[in-house]
């Protein structure tokens, strides 16, 4: 994560980032289907190429690990 995003989880199974310098939303994704989602840990990658990844957790009992744009990693 850049340090200018907020990550957003909705009641909805929604996940979204809001870009503070786009003022706007930059991605949504379905996450967890018909459920809450409860938690959220964004990771930073500081070597290399890769992105930040967020973990989430929802009512549906399950943990996943996405990329920014919504790709389940794990």
Not at 19 to 43: C, I, R, Y
Not at 51 to 64: F, H, K, P
Request: charged share 20%; hydrophobic share 35%; glycine share 10%.
């Amino acid at each position: 994560d850049d340090g200018q995003s907020l990550w957003i989880g909705s009641r909805r199974g929604q996940i979204s980032i809001f870009s503070f310098l786009q003022m706007s939303t930059s991605s949504t994704w379905f996450a967890h289907s018909k459920s809450n989602v409860n938690g959220l840990a964004v990771t930073e990658m500081s070597s290399g190429n890769r992105e930040a990844s967020v973990w989430s957790c929802g009512d549906d009992g399950r943990v996943c690990v996405w990329d920014t744009k919504g790709m389940l990693l794990d």
